[in-house]
């Protein structure tokens, strides 16, 4: 059954026509048709970007637009496929469902029909990793961790990794052993530092460290990369604060004292409590 109507359908197909028209050698815009694959993933990572402040600034109209740059990314990356015969925007739509499909058994059958619900997330949860094992495996890869995107920043990537070894029953059973991990990696970090074993070695340890405190987050139920993005933005909304407190006896902060900072510092955080 297709659900979409003739209006989405039109808005689709007007999208796709428009990429035509700007990448038409002839007639087309000069910006669009010098772009290649690699010269958009800058483009493509900050909308990611944008799109995450439209949402956590619950902006329903910013996130629209924000939604369609994005979507605007994947029309351009499927008109580069089209015109070098590789695939073009109707393979993206089948592969995806295709996927999606094979992913949700507990919805669907081999035919897209939806099925009993086992009603169990547990089960959902293994079923969907066992099905991407598998899809790993059909595409021979010698590891768990060779498809893992080396361009993830480090946090997401460590998310990742920890979340594949899971899959396999690789992981701490008891958040005490998590903590007692980090607690161990702490240790050997401030042992480097005062046996001054180089910083080649400390580096090693802090990104340790580090590893393990992105696995205390995964068993907590966090996204590392979220919480320390709220982490930053506590910080930074705290210290304009702290900019304001100061500039009412100084002319910028950088003629404050650390004692006045300080001070200013705990205010803005008595305030909040």
Known sequence: MNHLTSSEKSAIFNLLDIMTRLRDKNNGCPWDIKQTFDSLIGCTIEEVY????????????????ELGDLLFQIVFYAQLAKESGEFNFED???TVAE???????????SNGIRTDDPNNVDLIKARWENIKQHERQSKN?????????????????????????????FDWTLLNEVFAKVEEELLEVKET?????GSDRIEEELGDLLFAIVNL?????FNPELTLDKANQKFMHRFRQVEQI????????????????????????????
């Open 50 to 65: 944008e799109v995450k402040d439209a949402i956590e600034n619950k902006n329903m109209h910013e996130l629209k637009e």
């Open 99 to 109: 996927k999606l499909i094979r992913r949700h058994p507990h919805i669907f059958d």
């Open 193 to 197: 530092i005062q046996l001054e074993l």
């Open 217 to 221: 987050t995964r068993h907590l139920g």
């Open 246 to 273: 100061i500039s009412l006896s100084h002319e910028s902060i950088d003629k404050a004292t650390l004692q006045e900072m300080e001070k200013a510092w705990s205010q803005v955080k008595q305030n909040e409590n």
């Open 92 to 94: 993206i739509c089948q």
């Open 141 to 169: 890869l010698m590891s768990l961790m060779d498809d893992i995107p080396k361009s993830l920043p480090s946090l997401l990537r460590a998310y990742k990794i920890q979340k594949r070894c899971k899959s396999v029953g």
